[in-house]
């Protein structure tokens, strides 16, 4: 059964940076697509950054570019967002998510590829 658990979320001001963790299990990421999606109160839940291990490569909505970063360690099967020079408007749920052995591909960023997501963890950023 696959599991992603989300940690790392909290608040703080305006400029700040937090770290998210996903802790995967029961699959095997070594060629899965993973990624990261918030949504706020009131709006629909955007992809926010992704990335393939094989071959290797990172995507990320133009509104985070420069200040997130996504990355993951496989010997701990855990996937991370780095996030900086957090704004007010980066105040939403995140979620982690991850594709099956079988998927649809419809974009990196696009959430109709994901078959797995996390619970989500709240982030709020203050001004």
């Known amino acids: 059964q696959v599991q992603l658990v989300e940690s790392g979320g909290g608040s703080v001001q305006a400029g700040g940076s937090l770290r998210l963790s996903c802790a995967a299990s029961g699959f095997t990421y070594e060629n899965n697509y993973m990624g990261w999606f918030r949504q706020a109160p009131g709006k629909e839940r955007e992809g926010v950054a992704a990335?393939?291990?094989?071959?290797?490569?990172?995507y990320y909505t133009d509104s985070v570019k420069g200040r997130f970063a996504i990355s993951q360690d496989r010997t701990k099967n855990t996937l991370y967002l780095q996030m900086n020079s957090l704004k007010p408007e980066d105040t939403a749920i995140y979620y982690c998510?991850?594709?099956?052995?079988?998927?649809?591909?419809?974009?990196?960023?696009?959430?109709?590829?994901?078959?797995?997501w996390g619970q989500g963890t709240q982030v709020t950023v203050s001004s």
């Open positions: 990335i393939r291990p094989d071959p290797y490569n990172t």
């Open positions: 998510a991850a594709v099956g052995r079988f998927y649809t591909y419809y974009g990196p960023l696009s959430r109709k590829t994901y078959n797995y």
